[in-house]
């Protein structure tokens, strides 16, 4: 039986799992979750992930949510390198850069997405830039973490790419997309480094599943 992702690829948390289950090549189904019809607060889906929330997912009995946990079972069940679950130091790595990603660059590229994609493009609105400079000044106190990190690592865990790294690539995605892309500019290693990410093979079938959803 074929595992199921609940959402749309738009959604940087479901094209997170997506591109897992592409590194290990398994059989899977995406299942669309509708929005504009609330389709995500129906009893049927919050069985499944119980905030309401995107992704859910499925593998025979087994049902799951958080994006980020999701990918580690993925990747877990097929011995996937991308964890690094044979050496404790190197998997140490990969959850403490998994969780700064979580944190310290996911949290502020939420924002800046919604202001600057989400809210003129699908709502109507207009981006409060007050909102989004707060947040674009968090974002360059993350890189200039992450600059001194890979000017020393070619990846967030080490000289690997690791999960870590994977899961940046859906909201960075974005951010070239953002009229705040000119911003990696200042940060040459950052900028090689996410160029690298999204020429990966699995990355770049997901980005066109992404933009087949947007």
Not at 60 to 87: C, P
Not at 162 to 173: C, G, I, K, Q, V
Request: charged fraction near 25%; proline fraction near 5%.
């Amino acid at each position: 039986m074929a595992m199921k992702v609940y959402g749309l690829p738009m959604s940087t948390n479901v094209a997170r799992v997506l591109v897992c289950l592409e590194e290990v090549g398994a059989q899977y189904e995406v299942v669309p979750i509708n929005f504009s019809i609330a389709e995500h607060k129906s009893m049927e889906h919050t069985a499944r992930n119980p905030f309401g929330q995107v992704p859910s997912f499925q593998d025979g009995d087994l049902i799951l949510f958080e994006s980020r946990a999701i990918s580690k079972y993925i990747l877990r069940k097929n011995q996937s390198e991308l964890v690094k679950e044979g050496e404790l130091s190197d998997s140490a790595m990969v959850d403490m850069w998994l969780d700064v990603e979580s944190h310290q660059f996911d949290r502020p590229m939420a924002v800046i997405i919604h202001q600057c994609l989400i809210v003129p493009m699908y709502l109507g609105g207009e981006t409060d830039d007050n909102v989004v400079e707060e947040n674009v000044e968090k974002l360059k106190k993350t890189f200039e973490v992450y600059e001194a990190r890979l000017s020393m690592f070619k990846y967030l865990a080490g000289d690997f790419i690791s999960l870590a790294d994977l899961s940046h690539f859906p909201t960075a995605y974005y951010l070239l997309a953002t009229p705040h892309a000119s911003l990696l500019d200042n940060y040459p290693h950052v900028k090689v480094w996410i160029d690298d990410i999204l020429a990966r093979p699995t990355v770049k079938k997901v980005v066109e599943m992404m933009k087949a959803t947007a």
